[in-house]
């Protein structure tokens, strides 16, 4: 299979990435230190090895020092990443973009979300606003967090809104905020 000029490598790693419609198909070389960044990356998100055969949605290749993530199946989604974090990242993000393209009753926030007695709260942000922040300060006082950048609602219900928790890691951006000793002892801990 070919995509825009890129042909995956001989010893690649074929995994499907459990979705909330089908599995999403992700072709990647069998690099230990890519794969644990991915556990990393998305320790929630359940994977496989996927079967032979079939056309992948999504492509990860060594490119030069770096890698080249590219979704194949819907259009738009490519990345270029100059480690394995910041490709598992990548990947991450094409992995909720083929959510919200199958499945038409999402709705994709650039959100924080976290669990509380009465439901999920979410808050809302332009890039650096602070919401990554206001996820880990609610972890580190005991809340589950669905999300600290990325947010999918399902719409599409009759019973109203609902936060589909997407599994993917919660990120702490240094430096942290001043005078905030339990986030240090928290971000450590964890």
């Known amino acids: 299979m070919t995509h825009a000029g890129l042909v995956p490598e001989i010893d690649s790693v074929a995994m499907a990435f459990t979705g909330l419609d089908r599995p999403t198909r992700v072709v990647l070389p069998g690099d230990a230190v890519l794969v644990q960044a991915l556990a990393l990356a998305v320790p929630g998100w359940e994977r ?4 032979p055969g079939g056309e992948p949605d999504v492509t990860v290749r060594r490119d030069g020092a770096g890698w080249r993530v590219v979704a194949t199946s819907w259009p738009g989604g490519e990345s270029l990443a100059a480690d394995p974090l910041s490709a598992a ?3 991450s993000g094409l992995l909720v973009d083929g959510q ?7 709705l994709g926030l650039h959100a924080a979300a976290a669990v509380f007695a009465a439901g999920a709260v979410v808050c809302l942000g332009h890039a650096e606003a602070g919401k990554s922040t206001r996820a880990l300060r609610l972890a580190a006082r005991g809340h589950t967090v669905l999300g600290d950048d990325r947010v999918l609602v399902d719409a599409g219900r009759s019973d109203g809104w609902t936060t589909v928790a997407l599994g993917l890691a919660a990120k ?6 001043p005078g905030e000793a339990c986030l240090a002892v928290f971000v450590e801990r964890h």
């Open 172 to 177: 702490a951006r240094v430096p942290l905020p």
């Open 48 to 51: 496989r090895a996927a079967s």
């Open 100 to 106: 919200l393209t199958r499945c038409r009753d999402l």
């Open 89 to 91: 990242n990548a990947l």
